[in-house]
């Protein structure tokens, strides 16, 4: 099978993907700015805590986020990948941060509120619940299932269903 850009050899099974959470206020950068940059992805810049910064160090190509609009709409919104594994942030000269670099994937078909994650027994241990301050958090791969049945899309395909 011919390497991709989102698919490399460690990564060709759904069991060895990673899954994750990343914030964005939608009024500093929104799920349309990011579908916007189409396949080139964005720099997932500006992150200033360490165990945030540090969960970007172990993602790999591929891997899948939840992009979530904090602060106003409180949702996931839509499925986003990294393209780019973890760099220097460009946005500052101090050594000690890294970004990833990610793209759009998918819309979510009905946006799933914070409300809705808390309300659900199978989330209650979900760092959306229990570190919602964190802009950058691990999903388990049951809570990938959960967030994307709720949001009406196929966890595999990213079709609506």
Request: with cysteine.
């Amino acid at each position: 099978m011919p390497q991709t850009e989102s698919h490399t050899p460690e990564r060709e099974t759904e069991d060895a993907m990673k899954y994750w959470l990343i914030k964005s206020e939608p009024d500093a950068w929104s799920w349309d700015e990011q579908v916007a940059k189409g396949e080139e992805g964005e720099e997932w810049s500006g992150i200033r805590n360490y165990q945030a910064r540090n969960f970007m160090r172990e993602m790999k190509i591929g891997d899948r986020l939840f992009f979530y609009h904090s602060n106003k709409g409180l949702e996931v919104v839509g499925i986003a990948e990294v393209c780019k594994e973890s760099t220097p942030d460009s946005t500052t000269d101090d050594p000690r941060w890294d970004c990833v670099w990610v793209k759009a994937l998918a819309p979510m078909p009905k946006p799933v509120t914070l409300k809705d994650v808390k309300a659900n027994p199978k989330l209650s241990e979900m760092s959306l619940v229990t570190s919602f301050r964190l802009s950058v958090q691990p999903v388990t791969a049951a809570e990938w299932k959960e967030v994307c049945k709720m949001g009406g899309i196929d966890p595999k395909t990213l079709k609506p269903v």
